[in-house]
Every structure is written in structure tokens, then in C-alpha cells.
């Protein structure tokens, strides 16, 4: 059974650097084709990709963030992190983790399996 | 980046009527389009991936069209428990993007 959990602060001052971490179980990063994705959610708004790390350590970022945003992982721990500089309140969502894969077969398999989510909020 | 556009961004519709859904995206995606189903607070769930294939578990009654630029994801039949927002969401290229969104709501 695949499963994935995010955790991080609830709450953030703007200026402040928000770190995420996606724990999973089910699966391996480490499996060729496996990738981790961040997503997220401004409260009442459309979901928002935010970037996605593969299993060969390949780094994929949304343009418009991408200065703001670094992924990493810890095969052994099975963790994902996000970081996220300069956060503002326009920040404020709900982050998801997501897996992906991809085979030579069939393709991308799409977000197959989520978090339940975690709310940031950005406020001073 | 590529933009994915769907239409409309809401409608009111009953039980058993049937409901479409388009995704249109600024450039060729051939056939790279995931449909998914999010209800109020809860993660989105998969429906469809690859334009056409039906995720195990989802019902017969969700279908999803399409290649190109221009995807189509239909309900044959509204159920209640169908009532949710979808997203469409690409995975061409090496960043994605999400629909806006399409909320499905009881008439």
C-alpha cells in the first residue's frame, strides 16, 4: 500500500524560508521511473504544481517559483523536502506530496497517490 | 510553460444527466492529459491518465477524449457521488500545470 504524508509548520513569518517534508512508504524513489511531486492549494483556488524530483535525482521546478524553490531527497529515509525562500502570504495554501512514475510502456502513470495535505499559513 | 484552459469553469446539472468537461491546451500535448476528481477537503483523486485510460477502481461512467490540444472528459451518467470540482493537469514537457478547475454542482 502506497502512502505519502506531509509535515511542516502550520504557520510561517513572511520573509521566512517554509520547509516541507513528504514522508513516504509503498514504494521506492530509488525504483527507475518513480518521482516525488509537490502540489499545492490556496484556500478556494486551483491546484498549482510546484516541482518534482525523480528517481535519478533529476530536478524539475515551475518556472515562476522556481527561483524560490529547491527538492531533495533521502532515499534511506524515504523523505522528500521542499524548501520554499522568501515566503509571502500569497504563499498561504495547502501542500500536497504526490507520486508519479513513468514507464517506457505505458507512459506517465499521473498523481496516483497524495497526502492528505498540510495547511501553511504566511502571517506576521 | 503550456496553459490548459477548461471549460466552463462551473455548471449546475441532476442526477443522471450528462456532463462534459473540455481542457484545451496552448500547444501539442499529444496525448499527455490526467483527469482528476477533488472533493472539499480532501486530495484529488486520479480518474483518468494518458487522455483515455480509466484509473482501476473508477467507474465505467467517467471517459476521457482527446489528443493534441483539445481533451474532453465526459460523466455519462451524474451520480451523487460525482458532485466535485475536476482538474485536468498535463505531464508533457518537464513542467506542468493544472486546469483552473470545473466545479460540478447540484442544479
Known amino acids: 500500500q502506497v502512502t505519502l504524508r506531509e509535515s511542516g509548520p502550520a504557520l510561517v513569518k513572511p520573509t521566512q524560508t517554509l520547509t516541507l517534508t513528504c514522508t513516504f512508504s509503498?514504494?521506492?524513489?530509488?525504483?527507475?521511473?518513480?518521482?516525488v511531486n509537490w502540489i499545492r492549494q490556496p484556500p478556494g483556488k486551483a491546484l498549482e504544481w510546484l516541482a518534482r524530483i525523480d528517481w535519478d535525482d533529476a530536478k524539475h521546478y515551475s518556472t515562476s517559483l522556481k527561483t524560490r524553490l529547491t527538492v531533495s531527497k533521502d532515499t534511506s529515509k524515504n523523505e522528500v523536502v521542499l524548501t520554499m525562500t522568501s515566503v509571502d502570504p500569497v504563499d498561504t495554501a495547502t501542500y500536497y506530496c504526490a507520486r508519479i512514475y513513468y514507464s517506457p510502456i505505458s507512459g506517465w502513470s499521473g498523481f496516483d497517490s497524495w497526502g492528505q495535505g498540510t495547511l501553511v499559513t504566511v502571517s506576521s | 510553460d503550456i496553459q490548459m484552459t477548461q471549460s466552463p469553469s462551473s455548471l449546475s446539472a441532476s442526477v443522471g444527466d450528462r456532463v462534459t468537461i473540455t481542457c484545451r491546451a496552448t500547444q501539442n500535448i499529444r496525448s499527455y492529459m490526467n483527469w482528476y476528481q477533488q472533493k472539499p477537503g480532501k486530495a484529488p483523486k486520479l480518474l483518468i491518465s494518458?487522455?483515455?485510460s480509466l484509473q482501476t477502481g473508477v467507474p465505467s461512467r467517467f471517459s476521457g477524449s482527446g489528443s493534441g490540444t483539445d481533451f474532453t472528459l465526459t460523466i455519462s451518467s451524474l451520480q451523487p457521488e460525482d458532485f466535485a470540482t475536476y482538474y485536468c493537469q498535463h505531464t508533457y514537457s518537464t513542467t506542468w500545470t493544472f486546469g483552473q478547475g470545473t466545479k460540478v454542482e447540484v442544479k
Open positions: 494518458g487522455a483515455s
Open positions: 509503498g514504494f521506492s524513489l530509488n525504483a527507475s521511473g518513480m518521482c
